[in-house]
């Protein structure tokens, strides 16, 4: 199994507060990627990265931001959660892009109450 | 909005019978994958088919690319129960470093 593990697993918060997800990968691939899973649109693109300090926008980034100091580790951060950001968030990583196949993480359930 | 679409959006078939779901998508695109889920777990990869490519078979999964109709097919022959899981294709875009996912087919196969 490619060495990709998100945390925290399940985290329940409050409207309005911060919140930072975690990615951390031993693989030293290039490509990092953030998704969301709900039911009916299946993975949206929040943000990417395609190296250290280069990231970029996906389909749903309102309302997120992203940090790669180091390869390994990409962070994920809701500034100020909303109901609306209660989802499955999945972390994937990737050598090559989409050239190559992406490897995920085995997800974070986040609940805004 | 998403990049692909995956059709039917639930199929249930018994076991033994082959499965066909379909995915179309916007974009020029590089290559294609297909990947699996099973419940509530993250994705696993299943093939990558790339433009210049028409079909491409991996044990069980025939994979099929039509670039002038940006649409892809995946068939599962002789499924089985282990089949049962979401199916999803993903395409790369904007010089091919983001992936982006369609909505999934949910393939439940009867034993």
């Known amino acids: 199994d490619a060495g990709i593990t998100q945390s925290p697993r399940h985290k329940v918060t409050e409207t309005g507060t911060p919140v930072t997800l975690r990615c951390h990968q031993t693989e030293n691939h290039r490509y990092m990627y953030w998704y969301r899973q709900d039911p009916g649109h299946g993975l949206r693109l929040i943000h990417y990265s395609y190296g250290v300090k280069d990231t970029d926008k996906g389909e749903v980034s309102d309302g997120y931001s992203v940090s790669r100091s180091k390869t390994e580790d990409f962070l994920l951060t809701l500034e100020s959660a909303t109901s609306s950001q209660t989802s499955v968030y999945f972390c994937?990583?990737?050598?090559?892009?989409?050239?190559?196949?992406?490897?995920f993480g085995q997800g974070t359930r986040l609940t805004v109450v | 909005s998403q990049q692909g679409e995956e059709d039917p959006q639930a199929l249930s078939i018994q076991e033994g019978e082959n499965a066909t779901m379909n995915c179309s998508y916007k974009t020029s695109i590089n290559n294609l994958q297909w990947y699996r889920q099973n419940s509530g777990r993250g994705l696993v990869h299943l093939i990558l088919i790339r433009s210049n490519e028409r079909e491409k078979h991996s044990g069980r999964l025939r994979v099929t690319l039509d670039t002038s109709k940006k649409s892809s097919s995946l068939l599962i022959t002789a499924s089985r129960a282990a089949d049962t899981a979401s199916y999803f294709c993903?395409?790369?875009?904007?010089?091919?470093?983001?992936?982006?996912f369609g909505t999934g087919t949910k393939l439940q196969v009867i034993p």
């Open positions: 993903a395409t790369g875009s904007g010089g091919y470093q983001k992936v982006t």
């Open positions: 994937a990583i990737s050598d090559s892009g989409s050239n190559t196949e992406a490897f």
